[in-house]
């Protein structure tokens, strides 16, 4: 039987991006089905009485330095976003009017690159327009998708869902019943769907 592997996300989060960058390779190579599952950070946090680590300053310095170490153990370029804490309901909501579309992975790459690769102010409109015009959506169109009742109810009951499966951050990835939080967990990940790390990350 495929093995899923269930990936919730916000673009908000780094370690999401750098989650974004290897699952896909992790699930390639175990010929296991990888589930995007959008929801809201920020209503995790609250419901969870979590905080970001950006709101705790010696954990925000730590993670200022231990992010970059990540993403070069897993050959990704980053950014860190001056603009961080973006509000992010109007990206996520469009990930869910998206998901399950042929543009749905190019949107996905757009999203978290124009915030951890390039970095852009995601929070405003103005940026979003243009980074949905960049892979071939009307803005206008997108903005109308974001403000769905569908759509914000779809982020809604991903996010509540997320909380009674037990995710309090992100990424949360689940395999099975099983939680692997972070985007340090990731060789778990590898070896839940039976690969090791290094298949997809070579000198792991």
């Not at 992790?26 to 990888?34: Q, R, V």
């Not at 860190?80 to 804490?85: C, E, G, S, V």
């Not at 109308?144 to 809604?156: F, H, S, T």
């Not at 340090?184 to 997809?200: N, P």
Request: charged residues 20%.
């Amino acid at each position: 039987m495929t093995k899923t592997i269930e990936f919730f996300f916000d673009f908000v989060s780094p370690a999401s991006y750098i989650a974004h960058k290897v699952l896909p390779k992790i699930a390639d190579a175990a010929g296991a089905e990888l589930q995007y599952r959008p929801m809201f950070l920020g209503g995790v946090m609250k419901a969870t009485g979590n905080a970001p680590p950006a709101f705790v300053p010696a954990k925000g310095a730590w993670m200022a330095k231990d992010l970059p170490r990540w993403c070069k153990k897993y050959g990704i370029t980053f950014n860190f976003n001056p603009h961080f804490p973006v509000n992010t309901l109007p990206t996520m909501r469009g990930a869910c009017a998206l998901l399950g579309t042929d543009i749905f992975p190019a949107y996905m790459d757009a999203m978290f690159d124009a915030v951890w690769l390039e970095p852009k102010n995601m929070g405003e409109p103005e940026e979003i327009a243009k980074v949905v015009s960049s892979i071939g959506l009307d803005p206008e169109e997108f903005a109308a998708m974001a403000q769905a009742p569908e759509n914000k109810q779809a982020l809604k009951k991903n996010t509540d869902e997320a909380v009674e499966r037990g995710v309090f951050g992100a990424p949360a990835i689940f395999v099975g019943d099983d939680l692997y939080f972070g985007q340090d967990r990731l060789f778990m990940v590898a070896e839940a769907v039976g690969i090791h790390i290094s298949d997809v990350v070579p000198g792991y």
